[in-house]
């Protein structure tokens, strides 16, 4: 009511979400930006843990949560989503010269090519708390009957590090704590292109495509349909493809 515009984050997800300085940039920031242009009013962002956007939102804290969030059914139990506005594949990045070669080297994988548990090895999987990665890892580890995640989510035997972010997941696996890191692509890209000596395991990652959207508390609908109106009229002149080209150049590799 106050004519703002309050949205969390996690600036921490390049090319998404990231810092510049004390500013605010990334496709979601500025597809944000341009929805609060649409609607009157002024976007003011609060950079969060990944893991409180959901929260924040359906107590009304923020009135949208934007974090190249993947829409899950369990989430859709406390927030909806808008249309979606952009795709993310789950990757996995590995050092030079690891021994991890390919996803079967990772995970067990069902008759549809789902991965249903993580390989009994002692491999150790590096991931942002809260984020689908971990999400994937840590079923997939209790799939497996290691049953060791504590109560709070976590890990008692190391198989999934979780950390606050996806840049210190990376470091983590430089420095040798873990063995590879499961995180979206763009973001993997952007961590490859800014570190030495790790690259994204090239195979077939189809299993995990998925589809990012803005959350909104479940008793805002007309907001909600506020934003999927902006979404659809920036989708239908060109200025969301215009953003995302930016910082994702179709000739750089764009999955
Ligand atoms: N797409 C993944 C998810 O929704 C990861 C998102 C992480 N975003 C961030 N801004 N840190 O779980």
Redesign the pocket.
């Known amino acids: 009511d106050d004519g703002i515009l309050y949205m969390a ?2 600036a ?2 390049p090319p ?2 990231y810092k510049e300085g004390d500013n605010f940039a990334g496709i979601d920031v500025e597809i944000a930006t341009e929805i609060a242009k649409k609607l009157g009013m002024e976007l003011q962002i609060a950079d969060v843990e ?1 893991g409180s956007i959901i929260g924040g939102v359906s107590t009304g804290k923020y009135d949208i949560g934007m ?4 829409v899950t059914e369990e989430r859709k139990q406390s927030v909806n989503f808008s249309n979606t506005y952009a795709t ?1 594949i789950q990757v996995i990045i590995v050092k030079d010269g690891s021994s991890i070669t390919s996803l079967d080297d990772i995970f067990v994988f069902n008759d549809e090519g789902d991965p249903t548990a993580l390989k009994n090895t002692d491999i150790k999987v590096g991931v ?1 708390q809260d ?3 971990d999400i994937y890892s840590s079923d997939a580890i209790k799939k497996w009957g290691f049953n060791d995640l504590a109560d709070d989510g976590s890990t008692t035997t190391d198989r999934v590090v979780r950390f606050k972010t ?1 840049a210190e997941a990376v470091a983590a696996l430089k420095s040798g704590k873990v063995d590879c890191v499961i995180i ?1 692509n763009e973001p993997a890209k952007s961590f490859v292109a800014a570190n030495e000596g790790i690259h994204i395991l090239a195979g077939d990652n189809e299993y995990a495509v ?1 589809d ?1 959207a803005i959350c909104v508390d479940k008793g805002n609908t007309e907001l909600l349909d506020k934003i999927n109106k902006a979404l659809d009229e920036l989708k239908a002149d060109g200025t969301i493809d215009g953003i995302i080209n930016k910082y994702i150049p179709k000739d750089g590799g764009a999955q």
Do not use: K, V
């Open positions: 984050t996690n921490a997800f998404y979400e990944f974090a190249g969030m993947t993310g942002q984020t689908t990665g996806g979206d998925e990012y």
